[in-house]
Nanobody, 113 residues
């Protein structure tokens, strides 16, 4: 069993900031990547940012979002600055281990005035 604790979503005005966090626990080992995906209504789930070795970002968030990982805590963070309405989506934590691929339950981010 793998458990996730996601937090940090919410409603923010355009130009504002949010920080998401995700902690994975339980029967999980040999994690080689942690990251975030998002899915907006009527759209496919897409990669936002992921740490595989170093950080990797979708073009749409480069320069605005920062991902970082605390290996000791199996936690990944996503600092989101200069948020835009088009960033509105459910954000999902993703953990990749050698044996499986895991997903958090998702947290809603809404950017609106």
């Amino acid at each position: 069993q793998v458990q996730f604790v996601e937090s940090g979503g919410g409603l923010v005005q355009p130009g504002g900031s949010l920080r998401l966090s995700c902690t994975a626990s339980g029967s999980i080992s040999s994690i080689y990547a942690m990251g975030w995906y998002r899915q907006a209504p009527g759209k496919q789930r897409e990669l936002v940012a992921i740490v595989i070795g170093g950080p990797n970002y979708a073009d749409s968030v480069k320069g605005r979002f920062t991902i970082y990982r605390d290996n000791a805590k199996n936690t990944v963070y996503l600092q989101m600055n200069s948020l835009k309405p088009e960033d509105t989506a459910v954000y999902y934590c993703n953990v990749r281990a050698t044996t499986s691929n895991y997903w958090g339950q998702g947290t809603q981010v809404t950017v609106s005035s």
